[in-house]
């Protein structure tokens, strides 16, 4: 069985940037799908974006369009998420997860780390 561990989350002011990082341990997760999702304060926790076993296709919510980046290290049994342009919005608890394919079932879950954005 995987296990995740995410870090690099903080406060950062608008505009800003973070790159947070999703270390798996257990097994490696070059076989799986990795994808990043949200949950902000008193709403549902939402996809941001994913990234196949290969690295090769990536799909993103339109909110963080041209603004995030997901990538991975395969070597490194980790997957990032880079975030530019960071806005108050944008502030969540964020999680990596892990599946079988790029649009799930995602059934492995990291900790989470908290993103907050100041305006």
């Known amino acids: 069985q995987v296990q995740l561990v995410e870090s690099g989350g903080g406060l950062v002011q608008a505009g800003g940037s973070l790159r947070l990082s999703c270390a798996a341990s257990?097994?490696?997760?070059?076989?799986?799908?990795m994808g990043w999702f949200r949950q902000a304060p008193g709403k549902e926790r939402e996809f941001v974006e994913a990234?196949?076993?290969?690295?090769?296709?990536?799909y993103y919510a339109d909110s963080v369009k041209g603004r995030f980046t997901i990538s991975r290290d395969n070597a490194k049994n980790t997957v990032y998420l880079q975030m530019n342009n960071l806005k108050p919005e944008d502030t969540a608890v964020y999680y990596c997860?892990?599946?079988?394919?790029?649009?799930?079932?995602?059934?492995?879950w990291g900790q989470g780390t908290q993103v907050t954005v100041s305006s």
């Open positions: 990234i196949s076993w290969s690295g090769d296709n990536t």
């Open positions: 257990g097994r490696t997760i070059s076989s799986y799908a």
């Open positions: 997860a892990a599946a079988p394919g790029l649009k799930g079932p995602y059934d492995t």
